[in-house]
């Protein structure tokens, strides 16, 4: 009984490289099919439908100026 461990070797890595590539497309597979079910009932919502909500009377030049120092402070404090 003579083995040529060469060939026996090669029917290794050929078996193992063929379940690693069934491995992947079954896993591409059930994503897929995962992605379009979770995109049928749970979609996301249009923004266009969505109404924006803007607080009036809010001055913006105060809050930025509330940020330029708190930035200046900070970069005081940090020399």
Request: glycine share 8%; hydrophobic share 55%.
């Amino acid at each position: 009984m003579e083995t040529n461990l060469v060939v026996e070797g090669l029917k290794f890595m050929v078996l193992g490289m063929g379940i690693v590539f069934a491995f992947l497309g079954v896993l591409i597979l059930v994503m897929n099919v995962m992605s379009k079910l979770i995109h049928k009932y749970f979609p996301e919502p249009d923004p266009t439908q969505a109404p924006v909500v803007v607080k009036g009377g809010e001055d913006k030049k105060k809050v930025v100026a509330a940020i330029f120092a708190a930035i200046m402070e900070d970069k005081k404090s940090q020399l």
